[in-house]
T-cell receptor, first 116, second 116 residues
Framework: AQKITQTQPGMFVQEKEAVTLDCTYDTSDQSYGLFWYKQPSSGEMIFLIYQGSYDEQNATEGRYSLNFQKARKSANLVISASQLGDSAMYFCAMREAYSSASKIIFGSGTRLSIRP | NAGVTQTPKFQVLKTGQSMTLQCAQD?????MSWYRQDPGMGLRLIHY???????DQGEVPNGYNVSRSTTEDFPLRLLSAAPSQTSVYFC???????????????FGSGTRLTVV
């Protein structure tokens, strides 16, 4: 069965520093996708970045990048030059094979707090 | 476009009562899902649907029913509410993955349900 593990319940980071949020996953499928979502205090879920299991390059979206290490089954989110607005819950998620594309599972989340 | 619309935003139920959480999307998305979010547990999949007339169970389906008579609507029914169903419920929809990109789910704004 697929599983997502986020081992950091909470993190404090100084503004403008880079931050890495950890995510490990477990799946027996060769084809899968990995996502990161942000949930600010207002409660909405915001898509940040996606990495496919066959993508050779790490995904990047502006200040977000995904450090994908397939052999280690890790998909860490890196936020460069953190801002106060980055304070939020962050969820790692995974979708297994295309035929079950609607079935995305989530980790328990990491609460990131940015200090001014 | 309104995206994914969930109603109501807040609801208080008494134990044993039944109710339906509404979810509608206007993006012609095939895939729709219901999640519940509890503190420290991330989002857990309740039920999902890959298209009109097709539904399947997720991780925590007990106590909930769904139907998908149209592409647009995916209501979640609580048959006999219990305090353990106190949670925030998210409805989400997505298009099938195309090419190398996958933008994951578009989430509704959530329904905060309290069962007393």
């Amino acid at each position: 069965a697929q599983k997502i593990t986020q081992t950091q319940p909470g993190m404090f980071v100084q503004e403008k520093e880079a931050v890495t949020l950890d995510c490990t996953y477990d799946t027996s499928d060769q084809s899968y996708g990995l996502f990161w979502y942000k949930q600010p205090s207002s409660g909405e879920m915001i898509f940040l970045i996606y990495q496919g299991s066959y993508d050779e390059q790490n995904a990047t979206e502006g200040r977000y990048s995904l450090n994908f290490q397939k052999a280690r089954k890790s998909a860490n989110l890196v936020i460069s030059a953190s801002q106060l607005g980055d304070s939020a819950m962050y969820f790692c998620a995974m979708r297994e094979a295309y035929s079950s594309a609607s079935k995305i599972i989530f980790g328990s989340g990491t609460r990131l707090s940015i200090r001014p | 476009n309104a995206g994914v619309t969930q109603t109501p935003k807040f609801q208080v139920l008494k134990t044993g009562q039944s109710m339906t959480l509404q979810c509608a999307q206007d993006m012609n998305h095939e895939y729709m899902s219901w999640y519940r979010q509890d503190p420290g547990m991330g989002l857990r999949l309740i039920h999902y649907s890959v298209g009109a007339g097709i539904t399947d169970q997720g991780e925590v389906p007990n106590g909930y029913n769904v139907s998908r008579s149209t592409t647009e609507d995916f209501p979640l029914r609580l048959l006999s509410a219990a305090p353990s169903q106190t949670s925030v419920y998210f409805c989400a929809s997505k298009t099938p993955r195309t090419g190398v990109s996958d933008y994951g789910y578009t989430f509704g704004s959530g329904t905060r349900l309290t069962v007393v």
